[in-house]
């Protein structure tokens, strides 16, 4: 079992992430997953890794029933960054900041069965025993986690042409040029900052002054924001910002910051 776990590390932590929302938490759980391996009798499992699905879901869902009421927090998203970095392929292991707040938005045991069920095939009949319900009383958790998930602002278009958007965004934003920022929003766009929240082409355009004005000393890196293009701010080399865009029929629909200092510093290469 130990040779099977290490194989399956990535994929666990993946899981552990996507329930949790934090790479920190998601390290946790599969170090308690893996603790508790070693003191199970695992000599008749017939399936290893759906075995070890299971138990770190299992330490995912006790991790968030134990979470108390706390401030909004931005997820950990993956970040790639290097020279062109949308012409690189995005896996399967990614998703983005939408994809991230609104699995956070879900109760425990939606957020349960939608991950194993949708992002990682796992039947209905063995996640059902972890959350104490039947697995069509499971389905219909997947299902209504399944529909938040699909109402959330989704990228139409690839990476290349998302760039090209944001360029212009960020141009038009150093620039100080209101009506080049309203012309790449999307009239419902969402700006989501922390606790903050800013709806409407207009009041999002307003909102990218704050950028304007670091603009001279700042740098921008693009990168690729888990599945969403995206930049990274820096000032006087120290990561400031990090910005991820949904982009639809050539408008930003949606744009999510994160300026948590330790957390950047965690996230950014």
Known sequence: MIAQFQQERTRLRAIAHRMLGSFAEADDAVQEAWLRVER????????????????VGRVCLNMLRDRREHAFEMPDPVIETGEEP???????????????IVLDSLKPDERLAFVLHDMFAVPFDDIAPLIGKTPAATRQLASRARKRVQGR???????????????????????????????????????RAGALEVIGG?????RASTFRKYAVSATAEFAVIGDEIGFISRVGGVPFSVMAFTVRDGRIAAIHVIQDKEQLAALVP
């Open 202 to 206: 207009r009041n999002v355009a307003g």
């Open 153 to 191: 602002p989704q990228p139409n278009v690839g990476l290349p042409q998302q760039r090209e958007v944001v360029e212009a965004f960020l141009k038009a934003s150093q620039e100080g040029d209101l009506e080049g920022l309203v012309s790449v929003l999307h009239p419902d766009v969402v700006l």
């Open 40 to 55: 199970a009798d695992t000599s008749e499992i017939e399936n290893p890794a759906a075995w070890l699905t299971t138990v």
């Open 86 to 100: 949308e012409h690189r392929a995005v896996t399967q292991d990614q998703v983005g900041l939408a994809m991230l």
